[in-house]
T-cell receptor, first 113, second 116 residues
Framework: GESVGLHLPTLSVQEGDNSIINCAYS??????FIWYKQESGKGPQFIIDIRSNMDKRQGQRVTVLLNKTVKHLSLQIAATQPGDSAVYFCAERRKAAGNKLTFGGGTRVLVKP | KAGVTQTPRYLIKTRGQQVTLSCSPISGHRSVSWYQQTPGQGLQFLFEYFSETQRNKGNFPGRFSGRQFSNSRSEMNVSTLELGDSALYLCASSLELAGGRGYEQYFGPGTRLTVT
């Protein structure tokens, strides 16, 4: 069945270093992949998305890489800051399923000062 | 513009009761989706409403239902509450961007439901 998962449940990173969060997916029919950030007591916040016909997309301090060959998605955060401490989720969407998102289990990022 | 709003933010109910949660999407967004978030199961899709019609449904029992009004506001209802229904219920509103530029989906802060 379809699934979206994460390799690392917790990631500790030194402030100023780069962070890499990984995600594996199994549904090759996915059209979009999205990364969300969730801080304590808040709903998931959109970070960046990538269409399935792309392999890289950059935003402000973030880059998402998509490798369809191995069904792998990653989020890179440059110069990690204390405000980046949160749980990060990858999610996939198929246009045929409307706006339904299938989420991975989440990775907690802890930024050490 | 204002974000997605959900009311109430916190709720405590007793087993067997029923509950109604409300979501107001971002202005102009016609799609509203509901998710349940628990530590054990993570974020799971409940259902999606678009133009007052249920467009998609997740794998939840019939005790979970929803509806959408003409102003795109949505409500979800859980009847005969069980202890396992304790969760954060999240609402997301979506807008398909023109010209195939993708879409945007934004979440509200959620309603924390505790069933005792």
């Amino acid at each position: 069945g379809e699934s979206v998962g994460l390799h690392l449940p917790t990631l500790s990173v030194q402030e100023g270093d780069n962070s890499i969060i990984n995600c594996a997916y199994s549904n090759s029919a996915s059209d979009y992949f999205i990364w969300y950030k969730q801080e304590s007591g808040k709903g998931p916040q959109f970070i960046i998305d990538i269409r399935s016909n792309m392999d890289k997309r950059q935003g402000q301090r973030v880059t998402v890489l998509l490798n369809k060959t191995v069904k792998h998605l990653s989020l890179q955060i440059a110069a990690t800051q204390p405000g980046d401490s949160a749980v990060y989720f990858c999610a996939e969407r198929r246009k045929a399923a409307g706006n339904k998102l299938t989420f991975g289990g989440g990775t907690r990022v802890l930024v050490k000062p | 513009k204002a974000g997605v709003t959900q009311t109430p933010r916190y709720l405590i109910k007793t087993r067997g009761q029923q509950v109604t949660l409300s979501c107001s999407p971002i202005s102009g967004h016609r799609s509203v989706s509901w998710y349940q978030q628990t530590p054990g199961q993570g974020l799971q899709f409940l259902f999606e409403y678009f133009s007052e019609t249920q467009r998609n449904k997740g794998n939840f029992p019939g005790r979970f239902s929803g509806r959408q009004f003409s102003n795109s506001r949505s409500e979800m209802n859980v009847s005969t509450l069980e202890l396992g229904d304790s969760a954060l219920y999240l609402c997301a509103s979506s807008l398909e961007l023109a010209g195939g530029r993708g879409y945007e989906q934004y979440f509200g802060p959620g309603t924390r439901l505790t069933v005792t």
